[in-house]
T-cell receptor
Framework: AQSVTQPDIHITVSEGASLELRCNYS??????LFWYVQSPGQGLQLLLK??????LVQGIKGFEAEFKRSQSSFNLRKPSVHWSDAAEYFC????????????FGAGTRLFVKA | KAGVTQTPRYLIKTRGQQVTLSCSPI?????VSWYQQTPGQGLQFLFE???????NKGNFPGRFSGRQFSNSRSEMNVSTLELGDSALYLC???????????FGQGTRLTVV
């Protein structure tokens, strides 16, 4: 069955510190992987995506993620967090299953302290 | 290029009523998906439409239904509303199967 696990419900980091949000997935075929960010009361914005090729993917707002097939992981990283990065982050997996269906993780709430 | 538009943004309904939510995808996008977001269950997939056909469906009761029109606009209907249906309903559109979904700002439904 397709699933996405984000083991950290919430994370607190200091402004300027580095960030890593964890994501593990279970998918029967070649996955398409995404990270989205959601600010309070808003929809989801795509940060980055992985379909194939280079396993290190660059996204918007200085984020990057690394696909590790052997670990079924797609962790999100940022070298220096800004206060405006405080939001909820969702990892998601999709694929060619005869239709468009994206499965989301439960999300990780990021708090940034001054 | 206009984004995904969902109307209305906020809605209050009474238990037992029915509700219809609307989603206008990005121009040229033919796939429209619906999600329910609640604090307890997170983001759950409802269904996906492509060229007026439902291609995928999540694990929701038959009270939740949808449709897509020839211009790709989509509506979602929930009948016999329950308190547990209170949620943020998000619509997403995409241009090609399995590319990223572009989300609207959602409709906040409150059932009282």
């Amino acid at each position: 069955a397709q699933s996405v696990t984000q083991p950290d419900i919430h994370i607190t980091v200091s402004e300027g510190a580095s960030l890593e949000l964890r994501c593990n997935y279970s998918y029967g075929a070649t996955p398409y992987l995404f990270w989205y960010v959601q600010s309070p009361g808003q929809g989801l914005q795509l940060l980055l995506k992985y379909f194939s090729g280079d396993t290190l993917v660059q996204g918007i707002k200085g984020f990057e993620a690394e696909f590790k097939r052997s670990q079924s992981s797609f962790n999100l990283r940022k070298p220096s967090v800004h206060w405006s990065d405080a939001a909820e982050y969702f990892c998601a997996v999709g694929g060619n299953t005869g239709g468009f269906k994206t499965i989301f993780g439960a999300g990780t709430r990021l708090f940034v302290k001054a | 290029k206009a984004g995904v538009t969902q109307t209305p943004r906020y809605l209050i309904k009474t238990r037992g009523q029915q509700v219809t939510l609307s989603c206008s995808p990005i121009s040229g996008h033919r796939s429209v998906s619906w999600y329910q977001q609640t604090p307890g269950q997170g983001l759950q997939f409802l269904f996906e439409y492509f060229s007026e056909t439902q291609r995928n469906k999540g694990n929701f009761p038959g009270r939740f239904s949808g449709r897509q029109f020839s211009n790709s606009r989509s509506e979602m209907n929930v009948s016999t509303l329950e308190l547990g249906d209170s949620a943020l309903y998000l619509c997403a559109s995409s241009s090609v199967v399995n590319t990223e979904a572009f989300f609207g700002q959602g409709t906040r439904l409150t059932v009282v």
